[in-house]
């Protein structure tokens, strides 16, 4: 059994109306499924991807209304790491994030920044060979689109810890680097890396990471359910997300891992031109829909699909 890289990472915000305005507006990301949280239906759960809503392109948001600022410390992956195209596209960002307001750090072949809650951010050139994961935004040039995820960065005060459930248990491939992984199935990668614990403890909110989610074929979920379990890590056991299943565990450093199926996809419940246009909520929760509407904060309209 392979992962297939990254298949969403899952953040929180205080404030959807403009988390959506800088994810499809500024970052020009598509929205792809408007729905709820489903552990607590009263908050959103909001989906940005390319075109098509993939796997391995999806960022994801939890809005709890008036949440404190939280802080990335041990246990917590403080960096998500986007695919570009090119150092041009890098210079591109660099001055749209600038008209925005939003400040941000040049390297030799990377672009760091934060959204407007402190959620830090990486752009790198893209050398992986996978097929790039694009939004088509009017307002940003499809040489510069943002290509789906790279790896995260997470704080961990004993990366060894961690060293046998990644290698043995889930497959990842150690780079030279004892303290970067790969997760690397037969159609992409997605990288897993550590740096050093900052001496503050981490906060959980606005602006956090709360789980990454690592690609697996649905046929075999219940395979890594049991391999996991196996190895000594207490999961959730199987959980039905209507547009994937899962399996929830902590890696040993502390940071909450999905294994998500490819399967079934956004599209099981709307056609791929309309995605994200409409609040959609899995079956069990339409009878509520009319109490659920009525606490959800009021979103900016996202633009039309723009699939060939």
């Not at 239906?41 to 098509?52: I, N």
């Not at 050398?127 to 935004?137: I, N, R, T, V, Y």
């Not at 961690?162 to 992409?188: K, V, Y």
């Amino acid at each position: 059994m392979q992962l297939e890289g990254i298949h969403h990472i899952s953040s929180i915000t205080a404030d959807a109306a403009r988390n959506v305005d800088f994810y499809v507006r500024v970052l020009g990301l598509r929205m792809v499924k408007k729905t709820v949280n489903q552990d607590d239906p009263s908050v959103y759960h909001l989906f940005y991807a390319d075109e098509q809503g993939s796997p391995g392109a999806d960022l994801t948001f939890f809005e709890y209304p008036g949440a404190r600022a939280g802080r990335a410390g041990a246990g917590m992956i403080h960096t998500i790491v986007l695919r570009v195209g090119a150092e041009a596209s890098l210079d591109f960002w660099r001055l749209r994030l600038a008209d925005e307001q939003v400040d941000s750090e040049r390297g030799e072949r990377s672009l760091r920044f934060a959204d407007p809650e402190g959620l830090g951010y990486e752009l790198i050139v893209d050398e992986s060979g996978d097929a790039p994961l694009a939004a088509q935004s009017p307002d940003v040039p499809a040489e510069h689109a943002i290509r789906g995820f790279a790896g995260v960065r997470a704080y961990s005060a004993d990366p060894a810890r961690s060293a046998s459930l990644l290698r043995e248990t889930l497959g990842f491939r150690a780079d030279d680097d004892a303290d970067a992984w790969e997760a690397r199935g037969a159609r992409r990668g997605g990288f897993y890396a550590y740096d050093a614990a900052p001496e503050q403890r981490g906060i959980g909110g606005a602006g956090t990471v709360h789980h990454v989610a690592w690609a697996a074929y649905d046929a075999e979920i219940e395979a890594w359910d049991e391999r996991v379990r196996a190895a000594g890590s207490h999961t959730s056991g199987l959980v039905d997300r209507y547009w994937f299943r899962s399996v929830y565990f902590r890696e040993p450093s502390g940071v909450l891992f999905e294994l998500a199926t490819l399967g079934p996809g956004f599209t099981a419940d709307e056609p791929l031109e309309t995605l994200g246009q409409s609040l959609v909520l899995p079956p069990r929760f339409e009878s509520q829909r009319a109490q659920i509407e009525a606490n959800l904060t009021p979103l900016p309209p996202t633009r039309p699909a723009t699939v060939s």
